[in-house]
């Protein structure tokens, strides 16, 4: 009866050490998955800040090269003699049948799709790669700030048909005297599939509806051969997002955003 006795108590004591030690095991497994878990997310979370960050550092860094080069190309075209003469006659054909060469040329070795002349009051006196387009002010911030500083500025701007281009506008100084303002630019469409490439990325560009004509805007996307859809999403467009899974990513994007009431912001340098 003793012996009994002591194989139950010995078996009571084991069950008393055993369970809670299994529980603090099983504490301390959960804990250390936990740690684990919380380390890997911190891991990736560090990696994707790391990847963006490099991705925006070659993103404006190819936006300075490409700055750069049309402001070369602006100081080569602004001291063509004949160009100044032509320009000075205040004949609008005259500069045009002149200027098409000079666009054409640079369209094909720089890139180059924009190209205006402006008075010296912002009034658009010629579009050369939209001839049949003048006569409206322009309200740009680039323009303005080479208006109100009197030097070449640039920058990214969107225009009235959805289309994202740099841009730089400089006044042009003939004798020693302003005469108007030159502006060229260039789509950056090509820096995004470049980007991609590099990193390994997937990357678009989202623009609020209340700055586009639906219009105007599909006009520019088939201009530059994208697909355009301006119902896609409520308030946004995308661009360059032909695949259903990357519009399915965006559109989870956009509903967290407004679930939350925040604002979306683009970053165009």
């Known amino acids: ?18 369970v809670p030690v299994a529980i603090s095991i099983l504490l301390l497994l959960t804990c250390a998955i936990n740690s684990l878990y919380t380390m890997q997310q911190g891991y990736l979370i560090s ?18 090269k490409d700055a750069m080069g049309i402001r070369g190309i602006l100081d080569f075209v602004k001291q063509e003699k004949k160009l100044q003469y032509v320009w ?7 500069l045009l049948s002149y200027s098409e060469s000079i666009f054409k040329n640079i369209e094909s070795e720089y890139a180059i799709t924009h190209f205006y002349f402006y008075n010296t009051e912002k009034i658009n006196f010629l579009q050369v790669h939209q001839p049949l387009r003048y006569g409206d002010h322009i309200d740009r911030l ?40 030159l502006e060229m630019g260039k789509e950056i469409s090509h820096i995004m599939p470049e980007l991609n490439k590099t ?6 560009t989202i623009i609020d509806k209340s700055y586009l004509n639906s219009i105007q805007w599909e006009q520019g996307m088939r201009m530059l ?24 990513a965006i559109a989870k994007i956009i509903t ?3 679930s939350r009431n925040e604002k979306i912001y683009l970053s165009f340098g």
Request: proline fraction near 2%; glycine fraction near 6%.
């Open 1 to 18: 009866m003793e012996q009994k006795y002591i194989k139950y108590a010995n078996k009571k004591i084991h069950m008393l050490i055993i």
């Open 47 to 64: 990696k994707i800040h790391e990847l963006f960050n490099s991705a925006e550092k070659s993103f404006y860094g190819q936006v300075n």
């Open 88 to 94: 000075l006659s205040c004949d609008r054909q005259l």
């Open 142 to 181: 680039t323009l303005d700030n080479a208006a109100k500083y009197k030097k070449t500025t640039w920058g990214i701007e969107l225009g009235p048909m959805g289309t994202v281009s740099l841009r730089a506008v400089e006044p042009w100084f003939i004798n020693g005297s302003f005469v108007d303002y």
């Open 199 to 204: 990193f390994q990325i997937e990357s678009f």
């Open 225 to 248: 051969g994208f697909s355009s859809d301006w119902d896609t999403f409520k308030a946004y467009v995308a661009i360059d997002s032909d695949s259903a899974g990357l519009q399915n």
């Open 256 to 258: 967290q955003r407004q």
